[in-house]
């Protein structure tokens, strides 16, 4: 584990899997930006708000950063006159990149085996912890 500062200025790229709250939003600053490599490329697929375009745009401008990756917004849908839109190195994809007709198919049927493992008391693949750090799925599970 390391620190966010070391983080910026050790990493070629960075990719954002964090949700937005107060904590996050703007994560990726003009000083987290400033602290990166000259040539890295920033990601982000996780929420808009963690990166204030506005830095990001300069940070690109000024060539710091080789590109950035996004596939969401800090503003939401993309306006047509974001700079976003015209800054070199800038990938812009929609948020849906699983959408498919299997991709949902695929997230039906484990979400169902989920379901089928609580409810037949079976440890769960993908368990949810809670502040206390146990499953609330399991805990709530009537005794037998």
Same mark, same amino acid.
């Not at 070629?12 to 994560?27: E, G, M």
């Not at 198919?105 to 089928?116: D, K």
């Not at 146990?134 to 599970?141: I, L, S």
């Given at each position: 584990?390391?620190? #966010?500062?070391?983080?910026?200025? $050790?990493?070629?790229?960075?990719?954002?899997? !964090?949700?937005?709250? /107060?904590?996050?939003?703007?994560?990726?600053? =003009?000083?987290?930006? *400033?602290?990166?490599?000259?040539? =890295?490329? @920033? !990601?982000?697929?996780?929420?808009?708000?963690?990166?204030?375009? %506005?830095? #990001?745009?300069?940070?690109? $401008? %000024?060539?710091?950063?080789?590109? *950035?990756? #996004?596939? !969401?917004?800090?503003? %939401? /849908?993309? /306006?047509?006159?974001?700079? @976003?839109?015209?800054?070199?190195?800038?990938?812009?994809?929609?948020?849906?990149?699983?959408?498919?007709?299997?991709?949902?198919?695929?997230?039906?049927?484990?979400?169902?085996?989920?379901? %089928?493992?609580?409810?037949?008391?079976?440890?769960?693949?993908?368990?949810?912890?809670?502040?206390?750090?146990?499953? /609330? *799925?399991? *805990?709530?599970?009537?005794?037998?």
């Amino acid at each position: 584990m390391t620190t #966010l500062p070391v983080l910026w200025e $050790r990493a070629h790229a960075v990719t954002l899997h !964090v949700p937005a709250t /107060p904590d996050t939003h703007h994560l990726v600053d =003009s000083k987290a930006l *400033a602290r990166m490599q000259p040539g =890295s490329v @920033l !990601v982000n697929t996780s929420r808009g708000p963690l990166v204030d375009t %506005e830095a #990001l745009v300069d940070a690109l $401008r %000024e060539g710091r950063l080789a590109g *950035a990756g #996004l596939d !969401v917004f800090e503003s %939401e /849908p993309l /306006p047509a006159d974001s700079p @976003l839109r015209s800054s070199d190195g800038v990938l812009l994809t929609p948020h849906a990149a699983f959408y498919s007709d299997d991709s949902i198919h695929t997230l039906q049927r484990l979400a169902a085996e989920e379901v %089928e493992r609580a409810l037949a008391g079976r440890p769960m693949r993908s368990p949810v912890v809670g502040p206390s750090g146990g499953c /609330p *799925a399991q *805990a709530r599970r009537p005794s037998a």
